[in-house]
């Protein structure tokens, strides 16, 4: 079993930055590709980035590419996102994921882990 905790979400004014991160417990990290999914009010949960085991290979959505950047400290057993040029449309309840699928997957079904999530609100 493993437990994740996201924090770092805020409000942030657009164009703003933020670094969310993730605290993984009872199991080592190292163990899982882990991912970062968001949820606006009214919509489904979408993918935004993924980073593999090792930290070797890492993907995002379109939507946030060249603003995001994801990375792991696999010792401190944490994962963080990196958020620059925040837009209002980045709006949203941010969760990360685990997935045994070691190099890593969009799909949220291949998940096996979720944290409670943390709210990034972007405005003026």
């Known amino acids: 079993q493993v437990q994740l905790v996201e924090s770092g979400g805020g409000l942030v004014l657009p164009g703003g930055s933020l670094r969310l991160s993730c605290a993984a417990s009872g199991r080592f990290l190292s163990n899982y590709a882990m991912g970062w999914f968001r949820q606006a009010p009214g919509k489904e949960r979408e993918f935004v980035a993924v980073i593999s085991w090792s930290g070797g290979r890492t993907y995002y959505a379109d939507s946030v590419k060249g603003r995001f950047a994801i990375s792991r400290d696999n010792v401190k057993n944490t994962v963080y996102l990196q958020m620059n040029s925040l837009k209002p449309e980045d709006t949203a309840v941010y969760f990360c994921?685990?997935?045994?699928?070691?190099?890593?997957?969009?799909?949220?079904?291949?998940?096996?882990?979720w944290g409670q999530g943390t709210q990034v609100t972007v405005s003026s």
């Open positions: 994921a685990a997935s045994n699928v070691i190099v890593g997957t969009q799909e949220p079904y291949e998940y096996d882990y």
